[in-house]
């Protein structure tokens, strides 16, 4: 059964840093890649970032600049280094990897608060 557990949330002062990540487990397949969304109040979940198996990635104009994606493919575990945090980035997170056996696998989420 694949699992995909997120960490690394919580209250950050505005202008503050925290780094997510997202580890991937339980898998027989490889993963293709693995992305950050996130969902504001009252608002539709976005992209956030993405990274493929390859190393590329996508970032959100919205924070491109701030939020860096990266990985470890050893660990299938990856990465969401967030800086210069304001309070339209307070949002619940969530993790998502994409799976060679054809499915899309997601995490709970978690919840980042950044104070006005």
């Known amino acids: 059964q694949v699992q995909v557990v997120e960490s690394g949330g919580g209250l950050v002062e505005p202008g503050g840093s925290r780094r997510l990540s997202c580890a991937v487990s339980?898998?027989?397949?490889?993963?293709?890649?693995m992305g950050w969304y996130r969902q504001a109040p009252k608002k539709q979940r976005e992209l956030v970032a993405s990274?493929?198996?390859?190393?590329?990635?996508n970032v959100a104009d919205s924070v491109k600049g701030r939020f860096t994606i990266s990985r470890d493919s050893d660990k299938n575990t990856v990465y969401l280094q967030m800086i210069s945090l304001k309070p339209e980035d307070t949002a619940v997170y969530s993790c998502?990897?994409?799976?060679?056996?054809?499915?899309?696998?997601w995490g709970q989420g978690i919840q980042v608060i950044v104070p006005s």
């Open positions: 998502k990897a994409t799976v060679a056996d054809g499915y899309d696998y």
């Open positions: 339980g898998s027989d397949f490889s993963i293709n890649a």
């Open positions: 990274i493929t198996s390859g190393g590329s990635t």
